[in-house]
């Protein structure tokens, strides 16, 4: 429950009618309900705030939102950008042990008033590792999604700036935002950042930022789920592997996994081909989910553009074979 304080203030601007402070004492009840980890409830309350009684449009409040998004000084760029979120645990195909591990940690998050009666965190910062396609913002946006927190992307491109200092205050608006607002912030393809930390060649600025978001990750102590990815995790020293909670590793679909991945992007399509079939499936092989996807969309447009009510197995391999041509 919100605190005394801001409960008299909400009622007696209700009495008063006077609408702004009315707003005011709501959005510290939504603030301080978000900070005991009540997103769903400060997320309805939300809803309640700028639905349609108080004549506030979601478009409108949106634009709310992402202008109070901090921007570099330097060029004026956002720092970081908000994302939809609308994708759920059932929407991703992973390996067991990482699907095991993505729903301990919603679920650790969702339970995070126990852990903390018990003097313990929810795991707060983590490392998605693996080859691009397999699903790590995926991944992040369900992890959003399953929280009802908002997913903000950092944009490492205006972060990192030419100027002498200004990485390290553009760091810090990051980590300031996400410390004030509960969010899942995901820091994509981190060791853009990191990787040139041992590099003998002198890049001053670079390694004075990478060890300004080092200090920041480890001196963080807000609510937001911190995500980093990477790609190549080979590049990642120790350093900055200690200071993550957990780390998820997104692999390159198996065999089982691809028939999964086919059957998921293929529902409600009418087939002539199984979702299962062994050989089908092998057509696949090495290719990462991302792929796989585009081409199943491309087997699903000939299939339109050809007049077809049925998907057929020459449509996948019209498809695949165009994949190739791009390679
Ligand atoms: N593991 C997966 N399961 C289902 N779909 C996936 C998976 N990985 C990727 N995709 C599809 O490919 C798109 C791009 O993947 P993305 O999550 O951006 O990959 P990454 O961040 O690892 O490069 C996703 O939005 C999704 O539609
Ligand atoms: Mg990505």
Redesign the pocket.
Known sequence: MASGKVLRKLIRAGVEGDISAFKAASQSVIEEERQKQHHLLASDLERLLYGAQMGISAGARRLQKVSELPTSKDNGLTLLEERSVVREEK????SDDTQTLLSEIVHEHNRADVLRSYGMQPAQKLLFC??????????AEIIAHSLSLPLVIVRLDSVISSFLGETASNLRKVFDYVSQHAVVALFDEFDALAKDRGDAADHGELKRSVNAVLQMLDSYRGESLLIA?TNYESLLDQAVWRRFDETLR?EL?NLEQIKR?LA?KLSGIRREVETDDHELANLFKGM???DI?RVLRRAVKEMILSGREFLQRSHIDEALKREYRHK
């Open positions: 929407d991703i195909v992973l693996g080859p691009s396609g397999c699903g790590k913002t995926l991944a990815t997104f679909p991945l998921l990462s989910h991302a996807e």
